[in-house]
Structure formats: structure tokens, C-alpha cells
């Protein structure tokens, strides 16, 4: 699709215009969005994005339109999985309620900035090594077999290297200072966590990154469509974490589904690189008569493998076991901590949960309570949750 240059600046301008309007009137001032504000903004922000494929569509053809929206809905498909790093990291950082927009802003304006290179950088090297398909198939391929792979604990999530030698050569302090990124203790300048819990999420966007460039490239070779398709699907993320949040401990399939799709289009990147062939030790260089996949059909696949996953995970007994003890655990820590949120009815809505995911949990058969890890200390947290709140109550 032939794009004019004045078309790039416009769009960019507007995706710019979007990131900075989400900072000026949602993110600057410190707050904990209410759950109507994070609907109305998530259904505002996923307008915008299909308002702007119907006109990929209408001016561009229904190929280029079907890729815009295939690429969209994988891109979608794999923010939301990320969200599932961000919610342990910012766990794990015990970042406060209020703040929890800053970063998880900052993770998507860093997220949109190593894409956008990593989409200029797959653009330049398909345009000029056909074998690159088949390095992007491999890669999809490997990523969908560890998605199949048991989860690693937790905290290792938030502790990756980058972490870790910050923390060795940088003074840290255990404290936040508000949404600062340094602070002064004892006299001099260290940093916050709020700084680390960025640069943990940044070095887990690059990981993000290369995985969900070679899954849309494979949907598409279009950089225009590759690169609005990524950058919507970010726009509106930080809304959609508030909305689903409840939801996210629900969703124990959505990785098999995503594995399922990551798998299907490294096949169809495979089968791709093989009818563009010119590697000299396959079909002696010459392009390999196999069946390409049309993007109608990637369409209607990816679209079908989502909505069976969403479903099977609502409706799963595993998935109602598996939010009631992932919640009760994250809720129960949330509320004992005192950093956590200086709102009161945060600390209400949280208390709420909890009590709403202790019923759940002693309605599990028991075949289900099998999945309570350290189950003495979460019944200990859960009683340290119950005496803080008497202890407010009497305050």
C-alpha cells in the first residue's frame, strides 16, 4: 500500500498527540482510575484503532484493511498476555496503586519506541535477505513451544538482570518518594524504586518486542500497516490493565492460545520463505511449490483460536480455582501493606475482593486446593489481611 509521506507525519503526529494527551489528563496527577473511567477510555482507544482500520480498508482495499485488523488483534492478543509481567513486577516493586499508571505509561511509550525500531530494522533486512522468513518462522515457532512451558516463579519475572546489576553499582532505596525517580537518604541522592520498576519494565518490553514484530510480519509486510497495527494496539493498554484486572488470574489458557497462533503463523512464515526460496541447499535455489496461507483465512483463525481460549477460560473451573488463590494472595498483600495506597477506598475495593475470593476459595473442591502454594504462609497473610482491617476500623 502506497503511503505519502504527509500520511506518515499525520498519523505519527496523532499517535504522539494520544500518548501525550493519556499524560496531561489521566497519568500526571497521582490517582487510582475508577473502574467506569478505564471502560470508557479502553472502548474510546479500541474505536480509534478500528475507525482507523475502516480506513485502511476504504482507501487501501480489503488486503491491506484484513491485514490491518489481523495484525491489530495478535498485537492485541500479546499486550494483554504482557500484562500479566506487568502486574507481577509492579507486585513485586510494591509500586502504589496511584502510581501504577506512570509506569505502566512509561511501558508503552518505551514498548512503541523499540518496536518502532525493531519494525524498521525486520523491514530492511526482509527487503534485502529472503531467508529472513525463515529466521522469523524459527522464532515464532521456539517462542509458541516455551509458552507451552510451565510458568517460572514470580519474582524471577521482576528480577532480571537488568535489575539486578542496577542494583549492585547503583545506591537504592527500599522507599518510594512519591512518583520521584531519585530521592535524598541519609544525606545523599539514591534511587527509588519507582526508577527500577522502569527499568524492569523496559527490559522486559525489548523481550516483548521480539516476539511480536516477527508474529505481525508474518501477517503482513506492509511497515505502514505493521507499525499503526502495533502502535493501537498499545494505545489504550494502561485503561484496559485497570479494567481487566479481576480478569487476568481468569485467563489460564490465553497462553496456549497464544501459543497456537504464534505456532500457525510461523507455519505460515515458513511457507512463505519457502515460495519466496533462494537458498542454495533447499530446492537448489529455486522458490519451493508449497500453499501460502491468505490473510482471510489468518484473519478468521487468529479471531476463532482467541474467542475459544477467552471462553474456555471464563467458563473453567481451573480458571475461577486459579483467580480466587492468585487473588486472595496479591489482594491480601496489597492490603497489609500500608505504601500500597493512601486511598481509602482503594483499601475498601481491595478488602472487598478479597473477601469476595476467600468465599471462592472455600467453595473449591478439593482437588483444586492442590494449587495453593506455601499454603501456611497464605492463610498467615490472610490473618494479618483480617487483623489490619479490625485494626482500621478502631483507629
Given at each position: 500500500?502506497d503511503?505519502?509521506?504527509?500520511?506518515?507525519?499525520l498519523?505519527?503526529?496523532?499517535i504522539?498527540?494520544?500518548?501525550a494527551?493519556?499524560?496531561?489528563?489521566?497519568v500526571r496527577k497521582?490517582?487510582?482510575p475508577?473502574l467506569?473511567?478505564?471502560?470508557?477510555w479502553?472502548?474510546?482507544?479500541?474505536?480509534?484503532?478500528?475507525?482507523?482500520?475502516?480506513g485502511?480498508?476504504?482507501?487501501?482495499g480489503?488486503v491491506?484493511?484484513s491485514?490491518?485488523?489481523a495484525g491489530?488483534?495478535?498485537?492485541?492478543?500479546?499486550?494483554?498476555?504482557?500484562l500479566?509481567?506487568?502486574?507481577i513486577?509492579?507486585s513485586?516493586?510494591?509500586?502504589?496503586?496511584e502510581?501504577?499508571?506512570?509506569?505502566?505509561l512509561f511501558?508503552i511509550?518505551?514498548s512503541?519506541?523499540?518496536?518502532?525500531?525493531?519494525?524498521?530494522?525486520?523491514?530492511a533486512l526482509?527487503?534485502s535477505?529472503?531467508?529472513?522468513?525463515?529466521?522469523?518462522?524459527?522464532?515464532l515457532?521456539?517462542?509458541?513451544g516455551n509458552?507451552?512451558?510451565?510458568?517460572k516463579?514470580?519474582?524471577?519475572?521482576?528480577?532480571n538482570?537488568?535489575?539486578?546489576l542496577?542494583?549492585?553499582v547503583?545506591?537504592?532505596?527500599e522507599?518510594y518518594?512519591g512518583?520521584?525517580l531519585f530521592?535524598?537518604?541519609?544525606g545523599?541522592r539514591v534511587?527509588?524504586?519507582?526508577?527500577l520498576?522502569?527499568?524492569?519494565i523496559?527490559?522486559?518490553d525489548?523481550?516483548?518486542?521480539l516476539?511480536?514484530i516477527?508474529?505481525?510480519f508474518g501477517?503482513?509486510q506492509?511497515?505502514?500497516?505493521?507499525?499503526?497495527?502495533?502502535?493501537?494496539?498499545?494505545?489504550?493498554?494502561r485503561?484496559?490493565?485497570f479494567?481487566?484486572d479481576?480478569?487476568?488470574?481468569r485467563l489460564?489458557?490465553l497462553?496456549?492460545?497464544?501459543?497456537?497462533?504464534l505456532?500457525?503463523?510461523?507455519v505460515?512464515?515458513?511457507?512463505?520463505a519457502?515460495?519466496?526460496?533462494?537458498?542454495?541447499?533447499?530446492?537448489?535455489?529455486?522458490?519451493?511449490?508449497?500453499v501460502e496461507?491468505s490473510?482471510?483465512?489468518?484473519?478468521t483463525?487468529?479471531l476463532?483460536i482467541?474467542?475459544v481460549?477467552?471462553?474456555?477460560?471464563?467458563?473453567?473451573?481451573?480458571?475461577?480455582?486459579?483467580?480466587?488463590?492468585?487473588g486472595a494472595?496479591?489482594?491480601?498483600?496489597?492490603y497489609?501493606?500500608l505504601?500500597?495506597?493512601?486511598?481509602?477506598a482503594?483499601r475498601?475495593?481491595?478488602?472487598a475482593?478479597l473477601?469476595?475470593?476467600e468465599?471462592a476459595?472455600r467453595?473449591l473442591?478439593?482437588?483444586?486446593l492442590?494449587?495453593?502454594r506455601?499454603?501456611?504462609e497464605?492463610?498467615a497473610l490472610l490473618?494479618?489481611?483480617?487483623?489490619?482491617?479490625?485494626?482500621s476500623?478502631?483507629r
Open positions: 500500500m503511503v505519502s509521506p504527509l500520511v506518515w507525519t498519523t505519527v503526529v496523532f504522539l498527540g494520544l500518548l494527551f493519556d499524560f496531561v489528563f489521566h497521582a490517582h487510582v475508577t467506569k473511567e478505564a471502560a470508557i479502553s472502548s474510546i482507544y479500541v474505536g480509534i484503532a478500528i475507525v482507523f482500520g475502516l485502511i480498508l476504504t482507501f487501501g480489503p491491506p484493511g491485514e490491518y485488523f491489530y488483534i495478535t498485537e492485541k492478543a500479546l499486550s494483554v498476555d504482557n500479566f509481567v506487568f502486574l513486577i509492579m513485586s516493586f510494591r509500586v502504589p496503586r502510581d501504577q499508571q506512570k509506569v505502566l511501558g511509550v518505551f512503541l519506541i523499540a518496536r518502532t525500531g525493531f519494525i524498521f530494522l525486520g523491514a526482509i527487503n535477505f529472503a531467508w529472513v522468513f525463515y529466521f522469523f518462522g524459527l522464532i515457532l521456539l517462542t509458541a509458552m507451552l512451558k510451565p510458568k516463579d514470580e519474582a524471577d519475572e521482576a528480577d538482570f537488568m535489575i539486578r542496577a542494583k549492585k547503583l545506591p537504592t532505596s522507599h518518594d512518583d520521584k530521592t535524598i537518604e541519609n545523599k534511587l527509588t524504586p519507582m526508577l520498576v522502569m527499568v524492569a523496559g527490559g522486559t525489548i523481550l516483548f518486542a516476539d511480536s516477527p508474529a505481525i501477517l503482513t506492509d511497515v505502514f500497516i505493521v507499525f499503526t497495527a502495533t502502535a493501537f494496539s498499545l494505545l489504550g493498554l485503561q484496559l490493565f479494567l481487566i479481576g480478569l487476568l488470574d489460564v489458557y497462553s496456549y492460545g497464544l501459543a497456537a497462533i505456532g500457525f503463523i510461523g505460515k512464515l515458513v511457507l512463505h519457502l515460495h519466496e526460496n533462494n537458498l542454495p541447499f533447499i530446492n537448489s535455489g529455486e522458490p519451493v511449490p508449497v496461507i490473510t482471510g483465512l489468518s484473519l483463525v487468529i476463532g482467541l474467542i481460549t477467552i471462553v474456555a477460560s471464563l467458563l473453567s473451573p481451573k480458571g475461577k480455582a486459579h483467580a480466587a488463590i492468585s494472595r496479591r489482594h491480601a498483600t496489597s497489609v501493606d505504601e500500597y495506597t493512601t486511598d481509602q482503594e475498601n475495593r481491595v478488602f475482593m473477601l469476595e475470593e468465599a476459595i467453595k473442591q478439593p482437588k483444586y492442590q494449587w495453593v506455601n499454603e501456611d497464605l492463610m490473618k494479618r489481611a483480617h487483623q489490619e482491617h479490625d485494626a476500623l478502631t
